[in-house]
């Protein structure tokens, strides 16, 4: 019994001293600009639909911003994964590809900006599909190539790497069973390969979604945004709004934590039998 | 019984030469000359390292021979086909596959729909005693079990030859012994080509109508002896440990 509400009580301790320290701190420094109160954020994070700093409402802006790695992010691993399947069992594919990619994998997100706007500049969805009014035409304005881009190269080393590694370690047995079975081709692609790769890729996938997140903020901050949680943040920033700083950071937190766990749970459920297999 | 036994595969003078990561070039085969008749069961005895997983590699159309010939039934065999089966000696079931879906792959490749190949796995699980594990996973199965579902995967694929590369090896003794046991019913009852390789040459007397003594490095075959016990045998007999010893002793002496 005792180790039973020990053992609840423990993950919240940390939390809880966090918050009492907060509290504390932000009375004690009395300067909103440096510490807003907790009580000010929480404030905030209530009530997510609500209009702030005529930006639109904390809720409306991750939303922007979800929609933004949702694409960035699908467009990096449509690439990355059957790039990454036939890197790792081709290892003529892997020759000629792993040099090249290797110099672009150190460079930061980031570093890619200055380049990505003399390519793309301000342009959009919104460009390409020439929509030029209404509100579909705010939607998709919001949506531009640039941060698309930044999104997607954050996205998409980690995903090809966790699927070369995951190709390359699938059991030869495995491979020759399925031969010897009679699996064509195609069917070794299909049938072993992919679900042998499955957990490796689905990791990277994982690993690559919290990047594409973290992503976000640099490339919110690109000229021509004016939306996204990111955006929010820096905007709010300047005008010394601290108390929107913090909840604009938790809901990226918040966020970026839900998609994380969605995948853990794919991972769990549907592959179990790795667990045993590599123990 | 004493009709004429056709031979189903012919292996002609197969070499097979590796070269190294160090660029040394590496005998592992060399001149192996033999024939199997159709629905014998014959055993490749050797030390490891002989390269008798290699021979039945190529027989399995996976490797290709740097020398000579495997012929299935008067065909050049040069890659896998449904024919000739192989079993592993482990790790070789799908392991995000029920047994049921393991034992069904091989149909499932042909295109075999699923009701017919559901149905033909529960049939060759069935004959190995695996039935009522159809809706396990391979990682819940013990290494006995594998193996048992493992020898009804190749069987469900119909094949006219079984291959088994060291099928029983990584087993444990008292389960090895049982495992051997079922295999002659298995083989009694569909009347395959077996060609078992195993170090063990217990094993080779308990089960073959044919021994194939190895060399190792480069593998080369040193006698072939027709075993004439009938089955099931006995290890308390004379002759079973004559046999032995003398396997043994053409193995040590080289």
Known sequence: MKQRALSLSLPVFVPALFAVLWVVLAQRIANQVILPGMDQVAALLVRPTEDLISMGSLASNVLVSLVRVIIGYSVAALIAIPLGVVMGYYGVVFKFFNGFLNLFRPIPPLAWVPLVMAWFGISSLATVTGVETGQLFIYLNNIKFSMLFIIAIGAFFPILTSTIHGVRHVNATLIDSARVLGASERQVFSRVLIPAAMPSIITGMRIGLGIAWMCLVSAEMLPGSLSGIGYMITHAFTLASTDIVIAGMISIGVVGALMDMMFHRIEQKKFSWRRQVDA | ?254
């Open chain 2, 1 to 254: 019984m004493t009709q004429e036994k056709k031979e189903i595969i012919a292996i002609d003078g197969l070499s097979k030469s590796f070269t190294t990561e160090k660029g040394e070039h590496l005998l592992a085969v060399e001149e192996v000359s033999l024939t199997i008749p159709e629905n014998s069961f014959t055993c490749i005895v050797g030390p490891s390292g002989c390269g008798k997983s290699t021979i039945l590699r190529i027989a399995a159309g996976l490797e290709k021979a740097t020398a000579g010939t495997v012929h299935y039934r008067s065909a050049p065999v040069t890659k896998p086909c449904g024919e000739i089966g192989l079993v592993f000696q482990e790790y070789s079931l799908f392991p995000w596959l029920t047994v049921r879906d393991n034992v069904a792959a091989g149909p499932e490749f042909a295109g075999v729909d699923k009701a017919t190949r559901h149905q033909r796995a529960m049939e060759y699980l069935s004959m190995v005693g695996m039935e009522e594990f159809k809706d396990a996973y391979p990682h819940e199965l013990s290494g006995g079990m594998k193996q048992r579902v493992a020898i009804a995967r190749a069987l469900a694929n119909e094949p006219d030859v079984l291959l088994m590369d060291e099928p029983f090896g990584a087993l444990d003794a008292h389960t090895r012994i049982l495992l051997q046991r079922e295999l002659l019913n298995v083989w009694e009852l569909t009347r395959k080509t077996i060609v078992l390789v195993t170090h063990s040459v217990d094993e080779a007397v308990y089960l073959a109508d044919q021994i194939v003594i190895m060399s190792s490095r480069p593998g080369r075959i040193l006698k072939k002896l027709e075993v004439d016990m009938a089955r099931p045998r006995s290890r308390a007999v004379p002759k079973f440990g004559e046999l032995t010893d003398f396997i043994l002793k053409e193995l040590e002496y080289r």
